[in-house]
């Protein structure tokens, strides 16, 4: 399975592609929602977005609502990853095509119950 992931931060970056890699998923990565569109131009889609919201150039919410306007990624599970000041925005990214949401600091295990729920575990 192939995620990829959208963040600004090269820590954050750092810590999911550890945990995604850990768990079986080939991972491709960007800094922002445009870099973003452009890898997912270039790779194919993913089975899994993780993605900030703050970010420069293009933020979390409108990266998905461009990704959402592509049927290429209908399948694309997109996982928003978000603050707890953040939370009331996670809506605005549901309502535009979002799955769900991953709060900072999450665990490894609160990444490994999220990829369940998706149905993404490497049980699956
Ligand atoms: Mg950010």
């Known amino acids: 399975m192939k995620a990829l992931v959208v963040d600004d931060s090269n820590t954050m970056r ?5 945990i ?10 960007a ?3 445009v870099e973003a569109l452009h890898v997912l131009a270039q790779t ?3 089975d899994l977005a993780l993605v900030d919201w703050n970010m420069p150039e293009m933020n979390g919410l409108q990266f998905v609502t ?3 306007k592509n049927p290429t990624h209908a399948q694309m599970r ?3 990853v978000t603050t707890e000041t953040g939370l009331h925005e996670v809506q605005s990214a549901i309502d535009a095509g979002a799955t ?10 609160q990444v490994d119950d999220k990829l369940a729920l998706l149905g993404l575990d490497s049980h699956a």
Do not use: C, W
Request: hydrophobic share 40%.
């Open 14 to 18: 750092a810590v999911l592609r550890r």
């Open 100 to 109: 769900d949401y991953l709060m900072k600091p999450f665990t490894t295990g």
């Open 31 to 33: 800094k922002h929602g």
């Open 78 to 80: 997109i996982m928003m």
């Open 66 to 68: 461009e990704v959402r």
């Open 20 to 29: 995604l890699q850990m768990r079986g998923f080939e991972t491709v990565e």
């Open 44 to 46: 194919g889609t993913a």
